[in-house]
Nanobody
């Protein structure tokens, strides 16, 4: 089970940090991702973190967003800096792991981020 929180209203140029608590050892999860979905658009990945700590970002957020994890707290974070109005979306955390005999995707419930200009 994943629970995302930390969304809210920010001004352009501001910062927010999203958190995603995980109900299992985060070190057991192969890949964790943050996605976002703006109104009328598809859900897109904005940050990827593999179990070895490697990270990857699309061009749209590279240099502004940082994905990290606190293994002791089993919590995933997304630090978002230099926010832009186009970052407005519902943000979801995602866990991809081998579970119950197959590769599975688990999703948090989403947290809304609104960036005003």
């Amino acid at each position: 089970q994943l629970q995302a929180f930390g969304g809210g209203l920010a001004q352009a140029g501001g910062s927010l940090r999203l958190s995603c608590t995980v109900s299992r050892k985060i070190t057991s999860i192969t890949v964790m991702r943050w996605y976002r979905q703006a109104p009328g658009k598809e859900r897109d990945v904005v940050a990827i973190r593999s179990s070895d700590g490697g990270t990857n970002y699309p061009h749209s957020v590279k240099g502004r967003f940082t994905i990290s994890a606190d293994n002791a707290k089993n919590t995933l974070y997304l630090q978002m800096n230099m926010l832009k109005p186009e970052d407005t979306a519902v943000y979801y955390c995602n866990a991809y792991l081998w579970d119950l005999g197959s590769w599975e995707n688990y999703w948090g419930q989403g947290t809304l981020v609104t960036v005003s200009s």
